[in-house]
Each structure stands twice: as C-alpha cells, then as structure tokens.
C-alpha cells in the first residue's frame, strides 16, 4: 500500500521530455544495460545501475569498475526507486522488470527494453541501438571494432586447423544448440557445436554417455574450481569422463562472458586464443 501510495504521488510529478537532447540522467535496471551503460556512456551520466552489476559472479564488469560503482545508487529493479532520480533516459531488459517498466512507460518516462541476441550479428546490431540511444555512436563504433578485431586474431590463429568439435557443459549436463550466441561464438572461429551437431535448439541436456561417444576435441566449462557439486564440474570427477577429457581439452569460460552483447565476448575470443595458440 506504501508502495502504491508513493507511486501515485511521485507520477502526480510532471515529466517533460527532452528527447531531442543528449540524455543526462540515465538510469538502467538489468545486468545488460547495466554493461553497455559503462561502456558507452559518460559516467557523470549514470544514475542509477542494477544491483546485480556489483556482482562478479553474474557481471563481467564487476570488478573492472568497482572503484565508479561506489557512489552510484543501485536499484532493485522498483519503479519507484528509478521515479525519485528523475531519469531522462530508462534502459532494461525485457525480461526483467516488466511490471516496473510498464509503469514507467505509463508515467511518461522513456523506457527502452533491450532483447538478448542470438548471433554475434544480433549483438552489434543492439551495441548500435543502445549507443543511438545515448548518442554515442562513435563509442558503439569503437566496441564493435574491438569485438571484431579479437573474432579477427582468434580466426587467424585457426585459419589451419580443420574439424575442430567442442561443447559447453554446464550444470547437470546443460548445454546450448544452434540459435544461442555462444553457438555462433564457436561457428565464428570455425569449431563445430557438438550440441547444434546433435540437433539441440537453444538450450537443453546433453547425456553424459553421448558426450563419452562422441568425444568432442574441447570441453567448454564454467569455472576452474572443481571441488562445486552444483557446477559441471562435479561430472567431470566421474571416473570415465575425466579418462576422455583431461585438463588439456578442458576450456574455462565463464558463462559471464555470455550473458550480455558485447563486454565479455572480447575476453571470450582472448580465452580462446590462448588455450589454442600452442596446440
């Protein structure tokens, strides 16, 4: 009841809309935003970011930019949090705060909901959208270039090597088919996807006994420890899979670096690059 009194009076409050400007007051409410909002715009700018942004373990920036997090107001994705800062530029995800961001919209605020890309494609194309956004097209420009130049590197270092297979395996053998971006991350630096190969759509399980006859050249995990039984690393203690895939075919990724277009692919490339470059 608080809550809605609050909301109502706050959206008595008159918004004009400057959205002929350069926004000024930016404020985003999910992880995605949150990571191109850094990377493109001026930090006098930011008002307000998602408090998952602080977290390493979902964001890859976290530690990057600690030091600018600290006097930055972190929402929990509430309108009426994001109504009191008086934003003139709202970014989110369409998969989260829905009901918040509806009654932003409501209220007149510019709320503009980034989708997640399937395709390294998908990725410049929203990279280009939030830069347009915040007008800071050559900064979009210059994230675009960098991604590309890391695709470049890595594709020369495999431009020899033929028929390599590799396969993401999270927790509880999760995997992720054709239509998923780190499908298309694999396909831009010519490694088959053993689960796209399998006919798996987006995401789903591989069984561990089609991974043993299978036998993909690389293993793609998530986090170097392997002591977590709620990580795949817990299946890789398994007598017979750790005879198949010893630590030189295995590959950290952390699932970070996939999350969101842009910021961690460049360091999914490097990763690449490096576990690959002395075989």
């Excluded at 608080?2 to 706050?10: A, E, P, Q, V, W």
């Excluded at 999270?170 to 630096?189: Q, V």
């Excluded at 817990?234 to 198949?244: G, I, K, S, Y």
């Amino acid at each position: 009841m608080i809550r809605l009194l609050i909301l109502i009076l706050l959206g008595s409050l008159p918004f004009t809309s400057y959205a002929a400007d350069k926004p000024q007051r930016i404020a985003s409410m999910s992880l995605c935003s949150d990571e191109l909002l850094l990377l493109l715009s001026d930090r006098d700018n930011i008002i307000s970011l998602s408090y998952l942004v602080q977290d390493p373990q979902y964001s890859s920036l976290a530690i990057e930019h600690a030091l600018e997090l600290n006097d930055i107001y972190l929402n929990h994705g509430q309108a009426e949090e994001i109504i009191t800062l008086m934003p003139d530029l709202i970014l989110s995800s369409r998969f989260s705060s829905t009901t918040a961001t509806a009654l932003l919209r409501n209220q007149g605020y510019p709320v503009s909901s980034l989708g997640f890309p399937n395709t390294l494609e998908q990725t410049f194309l929203q990279i280009e959208e939030v830069a347009s956004l915040l007008q800071e097209e050559q900064r979009g420009t210059q994230l675009i270039q960098q991604i590309q130049s890391s695709i470049q590197a890595v594709q020369a270092k495999l431009n020899s090597r033929q028929n390599i297979t590799a396969v993401f395996y999270a927790n509880n053998g999760f995997s992720f088919g054709s239509d998923t971006l780190r499908n298309d991350f694999l396909n831009s630096i010519g490694i088959k996807n053993l689960a796209a190969e399998q006919g798996l759509v987006g995401s789903g399980k591989l069984s561990l006994e089609l991974l043993i006859a299978e036998q993909p050249d690389y293993l793609l995990i998530d986090r170097a420890s392997a002591h977590d039984e709620k990580l795949a690393q817990a299946l890789l203690q398994h007598p017979v899979l750790a005879r198949f895939f010893p630590s030189e075919k295995v590959i950290v990724l952390p699932s970070t670096l996939f999350q969101c277009a842009g910021p961690g692919l460049i360091e999914a490339y490097e990763i690449m690059a490096q576990a690959l470059s002395d075989l």
